[in-house]
T-cell receptor, first 117, second 112 residues
């Protein structure tokens, strides 16, 4: 596998379910990101990890819980979601992640299309 | 505060040129450009840094006007493969680390 991979690619869950999204990067990067992409809305940054430490949390509801066990893997644990949480969830990584992102392009995974019923 | 992109959509014939603009009301440190095709992940095109440094794509150019807090992406001699939605992401001076704020995107359609 190369680049950034995400599983599953599609997920349908009920409001009472618990599920997890997985992201893996094979690029040797130090920073990883979760974004939410909804229809007709801009990409929204949810979480940033640098060297496995969370450095940004953009006021995301607690029903979304990230986990970064090492610099290659990132999870997003989901529980008691709402229908408005249905969206494409994108994972990305970049080389350093320290300081401003201006020096680093971000490599995106294909995303997980989440539908909450 | 998200940047404002214009136009929202544009249709081109192959070989025509296009300009996509990205404006911010705040002082910018950098502007990133990405292209996303339907059903695919966003792909990096260009980074423009305050001070004039650029990192990017061979066939696509961009400018960064620090005084106007604006960036423009220039697509010349468009090809069918240029179709997709173009997003700019902005970093603000003094905003702290890591955060890119994206615009709503410009949908570009290139037709034969």
């Amino acid at each position: 596998e190369t680049g950034v991979t995400q599983t599953p690619r599609h997920l349908v869950m009920g409001m009472t379910n618990k599920k997890s999204l997985k992201c893996e990067q094979h690029l040797g990067h130090n920073a990883m990101y979760w974004y939410k992409q909804s229809a007709k809305k801009p990409l929204e940054l949810m979480f940033v990890y640098s060297l496995e430490e969370r450095v940004e949390n953009n006021s995301v509801p607690s029903r979304f819980s990230p986990e970064c066990p090492n610099s290659s893997h990132l999870f997003l644990h989901l529980h008691t979601l709402q229908p408005e949480d249905s969206a494409l969830y994108l994972c990305a990584s970049s080389q350093e992640g320290r300081g401003l992102a201006g020096g680093d392009e971000q490599f995106f995974g294909p995303g997980t299309r989440l539908t909450v019923l | 505060q998200q940047p404002v992109q214009s136009p929202q959509a544009v249709i081109l014939r192959e070989g025509e040129d296009a300009v996509i603009n990205c404006s911010s009301s705040k002082a910018l440190y950098s502007v990133h450009w990405y292209r996303q095709k339907h059903g695919e992940a966003p792909v990096f095109l260009m980074i423009l840094l305050k001070g004039g440094e650029q990192k990017g794509h061979e066939k696509i150019s961009a400018s960064f006007n620090e005084k106007k807090q604006q960036s423009s992406l220039y697509l010349t001699a468009s090809q069918l493969s240029y179709s997709g939605t173009y997003f700019c992401g902005t970093e603000y001076s003094g905003a702290g680390s890591y955060q890119l704020t994206f615009g709503k995107g410009t949908k570009l359609s290139v037709i034969p």
